[in-house]
């Protein structure tokens, strides 16, 4: 398993923008795919973004699509979610998480390794 610590959350204000990062352990995350995923206070776990293993394809959730990125460092084991023109119903934690596969949308199912999670809070 990887291990996965993510950071970057915060308050901002509706329109702002926010960078999550997702930092691997040192046997590195070059192998995996990675996913993003959020869960809002009585909501199920929700995907947001994925990202091939060398970074190559990425795919999005609909209600993010147009206004967040997902990037990765692999020589730095990072990964990245670059989130614009925020709303207040991304307010969420915000988790990376490891896959064996780059599915197109993965799964919560499918990830083994995930991270402690990163709060999000949007104002209006």
């Known amino acids: 398993q990887v291990q996965l610590v993510e950071s970057g959350g915060g308050l901002v204000q509706a329109g702002g923008s926010l960078r999550l990062s997702c930092v691997a352990s040192?046997?590195?995350?070059?192998?995996?795919?990675m996913g993003w995923f959020r869960q809002a206070p009585g909501n199920e776990l929700e995907f947001v973004a994925t990202?091939?293993?060398?970074?190559?394809?990425?795919s999005y959730a609909d209600s993010v699509k147009g206004r967040f990125t997902v990037s990765r460092d692999n020589t730095k084991s990072m990964v990245y979610l670059q989130m614009n023109s925020l709303k207040p119903e991304d307010t969420a934690v915000y988790y990376c998480?490891?896959?064996?596969?780059?599915?197109?949308?993965?799964?919560?199912?499918?990830?083994?390794?995930w991270g402690q999670g990163t709060q999000v809070t949007v104002s209006s």
């Open positions: 998480a490891a896959d064996t596969l780059y599915r197109g949308t993965t799964s919560p199912q499918y990830c083994a390794s």
């Open positions: 040192v046997r590195g995350i070059r192998t995996y795919a």
């Open positions: 990202i091939s293993a060398a970074g190559g394809a990425t």
